[in-house]
């Protein structure tokens, strides 16, 4: 994530008919009453749209067992709970020693597995992933260790990775001869992606943390603000063959500066990319001016991109993150937050909180 954290440093419209539906409902009937409303209501549900939260290591409360962590209580509107933040270049031999792989929690990797184990058995249908890299860890992908990552994954009893690499300097820039934008790291993104997938092959789940402007740069989108050194930062890699290997694309929709719209971020990478994708925003306020992100903002950019796109899903930074002051109704904390993205994709249990 573009954002510092601690120094150690997100419609499946109807097809049957009526006829058809009643064969449905039948059959469930048949198969008990009791199950009848849960399973036709599943049947008539939109798939769930994607929403990935950071659950941020550094801001998680001491425990002894995982009952007593905030991990385990995470709502189950949250899809996908990403664990901030793994080293690229971490160190791990097993035996759930966190202690060379970045992550922050205050209790062992022993106490790390039994709430993930918790969350997902209480929650079947939330996924759990270690998010390697982030803005505080950018120094160390020359060193990238996945089937250290890839035996971490596995030893936690997580569903996959969230690659989140940031270079220094993508240093992007239109080809002269054909126009389409070149970037340093365009290398670096698809081996990174090939060698993360290779070390854990689907079903684990690969998401992708993805650059404000990294859709920029090109076709109608060629001039859209703020420009910079990583306009078009992902596209090489999103029309590559390894775009397949990605289940999701987040998009950072924040701190690029007041003229940056993410509403039209979302446009341009919905135009190259067409899996699930999340629009990503924090809980604190801008580092850069913009853009800003209270609660009709929320509402009001959410609208704008559901309505027509049955895969738009969000993406919060992070669960746990509280305002510099005191948080209000138009800017919660994460808890907060994580509740209004909720109501903006019109999921249900909004009413629960993270405590």
């Not at 850069?288 to 992100?293: R, S």
């Amino acid at each position: 994530m573009t954002r510092f954290h601690s120094t150690e440093k997100r419609s499946n419209r109807r097809s049957c008919r009526q006829g058809r539906q009643g064969r449905r409902l039948a059959t469930i009937l048949l198969a008990g009453l009791v199950l009848a409303p849960r399973l036709a209501a599943a049947e008539d549900a939109a798939p769930r749209r994607p929403f990935l939260a950071y659950h941020e290591s550094w801001f998680e409360r001491p425990a002894t067992g995982p009952a007593a962590t905030t991990l385990v209580m995470v709502p189950d509107y949250v899809s996908i709970v990403a664990l901030a933040f793994v080293k690229p270049d971490l160190a791990y031999a097993g035996d759930l020693d966190l202690g060379g792989t970045g992550l922050n929690y205050s209790f062992p990797g022993t106490v790390l597995r039994e709430a993930i184990r918790q969350l997902k058995h209480w929650h079947p249908g939330t996924r759990v992933v270690l998010s390697v890299g982030g803005s505080g860890y950018a120094g160390g992908w020359g060193g990238y260790n996945p089937q250290a990552l890839g035996q971490l994954v596995r030893d936690l009893e997580a569903d996959g990775v969230d690659l989140d690499y940031e270079a220094a300097n993508a240093a992007c820039a239109p080809d002269g001869g054909t126009g389409r934008i070149a970037c340093a790291t365009d290398a670096t993104w698809r081996s990174l992606v090939a060698r993360t997938r290779a070390a854990l092959p689907r079903p684990f789940l690969l998401t992708l943390p993805a650059w404000s402007t990294g859709a920029f740069g090109e076709g109608k989108w060629r001039d859209a603000p703020p420009g910079g050194s990583y306009t078009g930062v992902m596209l090489d890699l999103l029309r590559s063959p390894l775009a397949r290997e990605i289940d999701l694309i987040s998009i950072m929709a924040y701190d690029a500066g007041p003229s940056f719209d993410p509403v039209a971020a979302y446009r341009a990478y919905r135009e190259v990319w067409p899996g699930p994708l999340a629009l990503g925003l924090p809980v604190a306020p801008s580092l850069h001016g913009g853009p800003q992100w209270d609660l009709p903002q929320v509402a009001q950019r959410f609208a704008a991109i559901t309505g027509q796109d049955p895969a738009a899903g969000a993406m919060l930074y992070g669960l746990l993150a509280r305002q510099p002051t005191k948080p209000t109704a138009d800017r919660p904390d994460g808890r907060g937050m994580a509740q209004a993205l909720c109501r903006a994709l019109a999921l249900t249990g909004c009413e629960v909180s993270l405590p």
